[in-house]
């Protein structure tokens, strides 16, 4: 069984940065690549970024240039460093494990104009 539990999360104004944490119990973290997802109100669940258990990284082009995607996997930990934040960013982030198939509870991103 593996948990994931994302904290971060909050209210910051357009231009600002937050990161996000997921930390994962159980040993398949350091096998299995991570992915944020996010999903904002009305809209499907999107892809915001991966990296694999090599550390190779992926990003959804909305986000390019602007979010940072990390694992410690000494820490069973994955990251996501947002900067310069917009208010379409404003979204419930969701922690995810790639081949295993587990989710994160979420965490709110809101972004003020």
């Known amino acids: 069984q593996v948990r994931l539990v994302e904290s971060g999360g909050g209210l910051v104004r357009a231009g600002g940065s937050l990161r996000l944490s997921c930390a994962a119990s159980g040993a398949i973290f350091r096998l299995d690549a991570m992915d944020w997802y996010r999903q904002a109100p009305g809209k499907q669940r999107e892809l915001v970024a991966t990296?694999?258990?090599?550390?190779?990284?992926n990003y959804a082009d909305s986000v390019k240039g602007r979010f940072t995607i990390s694992r410690d996997n000494g820490k069973n930990t994955v990251y996501l460093q947002m900067n310069s934040l917009k208010p379409e960013d404003t979204a419930v982030y969701y922690c995810?494990?790639?081949?295993?198939?587990?989710w994160g509870q979420g965490t709110q991103v809101t972004v003020s104009s």
């Open positions: 995810h494990s790639t081949l295993s198939n587990y």
């Open positions: 990296v694999t258990n090599g550390g190779s990284t």
